[in-house]
């Protein structure tokens, strides 16, 4: 597995891109790392959160519609953790965040994108930072497409992912998402759901129908649902309700 240091997407040097080499998805991925305010003055290991479409994380510049200001965001909590977002495929990004396909829309390649995640991501982050490389500590988060991949990730990986955040997730995208949680008898995680009451199509409906789907299968402690009042399908949403989820995710590490 070959990494190259590649130009850093923001201006600090607690973020770092790294370029690795997919066998998985046949090509080279670049990867953001965010590296908490104390990181080069210390000795301490961090968890770790592994979040999908890194171009709308940390820099405006690079982002879609707006960054998720989650840099900015982690340095005013003095937060404890390290971020490393994946950049997504450009026009691959449908077909490797989705786990099943639709029949408009194609997709359902999500298998070999988490592959990368877990077999080739994981490795090299854990080899070259101090992180808490253990289940417990390891976590992963997007929206939309993201957040869809994010849940199943833990159900795919239990025994890697310990949580997930999904904001706004495409459950709408194919129901073998649903017949997959219905078919899995527990799900030992924690998951932030959070939508907004203002995203198009039946976000929130959506949403609900899988928290109800989860209560037999997960700890009530560990499930969480928001609904925004006015929230829409955008980074501005996700950047606002980020903190929240991260901390209640990484509570106790």
């Known amino acids: 597995m070959a990494a190259i240091m590649q130009a850093q ?11 690795l080499n997919s066998k998985q998805l046949h090509t080279e991925r670049n990867i953001c ?4 305010h104390n990181y080069y003055n210390s000795n301490k290991k961090y ?8 171009q709308n994380l940390f820099d405006n510049k690079t982002a879609f519609s707006g960054e998720w200001r989650v840099d900015e965001t982690l340095d005013s ?3 404890q953790v390290i971020i490393v977002g994946i950049m997504h495929g450009n026009e691959n990004r449908l077909k490797e965040l989705t786990p099943y396909p639709n029949p408009q829309y194609g997709g359902g390649s999500a298998d070999a994108y988490l592959d990368f995640i877990v077999n080739t991501v994981k490795p090299y982050i854990d080899t070259n930072y ?6 417990r500590h390891t976590f992963i988060f997007g929206s939309s497409l993201g957040g869809q991949v994010s849940y199943y990730a833990l159900i795919k990986y239990p025994e890697v992912f310990a949580g997930a955040g999904v904001f706004s997730p495409s459950f709408w995208f194919a129901d073998g998402i649903y017949r997959l949680t219905e ?23 959506d949403v609900e129908k899988m928290v109800n789907l989860l ?3 997960v700890k009530s402690k560990n499930i969480k649902l928001k609904i925004i009042p006015g929230g829409k399908h955008s980074e501005a949403l ?4 980020f903190a929240e989820a991260c901390i209640w995710l990484t509570q106790g590490q």
């Open 215 to 217: 209560k037999q299968k």
């Open 130 to 135: 101090r992180v808490k490389a253990g289940r």
């Open 238 to 241: 996700w950047s606002k309700q």
């Open 183 to 205: 078919n899995t008898k527990k799900i030992d995680a924690k998951i932030y759901f959070m939508a907004g009451d203002s995203e198009s199509g039946e976000m929130v409906h």
């Open 47 to 54: 968890p770790v959160i592994y979040m999908h479409d890194a």
């Open 33 to 36: 790392i965010y590296l908490p």
């Open 9 to 19: 997407p923001a201006q600090t040097s607690r973020i770092v891109t790294v370029t």
């Open 77 to 79: 909590l003095k937060a």
